[in-house]
C-alpha cells in the first residue's frame, strides 16, 4: 500500500522566498512572466559579475564543447593557470582547489594542524575563532563559527575550537595555549552582521600570531575577490595571512572555492594528504580564470572603490530620512549591511515588495551585496526602493 509522506522532495531545511527566476541579465533577474527584480543580494556575493556575463558566458560555452571533467589523477591546465594567477596577485606560493567555501576552509584547518605535526608538534591543533563568525555548515566548520543554532542537534560538537568576543585582545591573548595552532577570522563578517575588523586589529592578529608562533587564517568567502574595492579585503591592512579561504565571488555563480596558502604554512600537505573529486575541474576553472579576466583588468577595482563609496553615502542619507528604522551602516565596499530598529526581515520584505533583492545576516541587519558591476545608476535605484520600503513600513506601524 502506497503511503503519503509529509516531507518534500527537497529537504526541508531552506526557508524559501515563494519567488522563482526565469532567467538574468547583469544586475536584473526576472520570474517566468517577465517581472523584473534587482539584484542586490548576488546569490549571496556569489554571482560577482552578475547574471550571463557575456565573458563568462563564452568561457563557460566554450569548456563545455571542449571536456568537462577529468578528476585530478591528470594535469588540469586551466587549473594550473588559475593557481598561477592567483598566487602571482597575493601573498600566496600555492593553490588548493575545491567545490565550496566550507571546503576550502575545511582545507584551511587541515593545513594549520597538519603544519605544527610536520613541525614535530601534533597537539598543536586548536583553532582560536571569533563570535559572530561563519565559516561553513560542515561539521567541523560549524564548531569554527560556533554558532548554537547551526551546531545544536549535531553534537558532538567538533573539538580543536576556541572562541573568545569580537575584537577582545586580553580574551584571545588568554585563550592562546601549548595546544593552539592558530588564529581564524572573517575581515569582514557577513552572516555575523557585516562586522569589519578594523586594519589596527587585523595587524595586531599578524603580530601576535608571529609572537607565538601560530599561522594567520583568514576567511574571504564572502569579502573576497573584489568585494571591497581590493582583490582581497585584508590588504587595506597591510598584512598578510599565512592560509586564506575563498570562494563564491571567483566562480561568479559556478562553484568554486580554494585554499591559498604560502609555501611554510603548506608544508605538511604533501601528495596524498588531501583531495576533492570535483574541485578545480576544467568547467570551473575556465568561469574562474575568466572571472580574474575582468576583476584584475585596468581600472575594474577603481571603479568597485568609486561605487562602494557612493553606496556608503547614499545609504547615510537613507538613515537620515529613516531614523525610526535604520539604526546603523555597516560594511565596507559593495558588502554593505543596514542594522534595523525593525525586524530586518520586515524591511527585506518591504524591499522585496520594491522588487529589490537583499539578504539577511546576524544582529538584525540587512545585507547588501550587488555584483561587483553596479553602476551609479543601479546604486541610486535601489536606495529609492529601501527609501519606499522604510516608508512602506512607516505607514504599516502607524
Known sequence: MWTTTMITPVLPTYKRTPLAFDHGKGMRVYTEDGKEYLDFGAGVAVTSLGHAHPRLVQALTEQAQKLWHTSNLYIIPGQEK??????????????FFTNSGAEALECS???ARKYHAAKGHPAR??????EGAFHGRTLATIAAGGQAKYIEGFGPKVDGFDQVPFGDEKALLAAITPATAGILIEPIQGEGGLRPVPPGMLKRLREICDEHGLLLLLDEVQCGVGRTGKLFAHEWAGVTPDIMAIAKGIGGGFPVGAC?????AAQG????????TFGGNPLAMAVGNAVLDVVLADGFLDLVRQRGLSLKQKLAALKDSHP????DIRGDGLMMGLKTKVPNTDLIAAALDEQLLTIAAGDNVVRLLPPLIVTDEDLSEAVAKLDRACQSLKSKRG
Not at 525610526?324 to 539604526?327: N, V
Open 324 to 327: 525610526d528604522i535604520i539604526e
Open 109 to 111: 584547518i587541515k593545513m
Open 82 to 95: 588559475l593557481a598561477r594567477r592567483l598566487t602571482e596577485a597575493t601573498f600566496a606560493d600555492t593553490v
Open 125 to 130: 591543533f586548536r583553532i582560536i575563532t571569533f
Open 260 to 264: 591559498l596558502a604560502t609555501e611554510n
Open 269 to 276: 600537505m604533501t601528495a596524498g594528504t588531501h583531495g576533492s
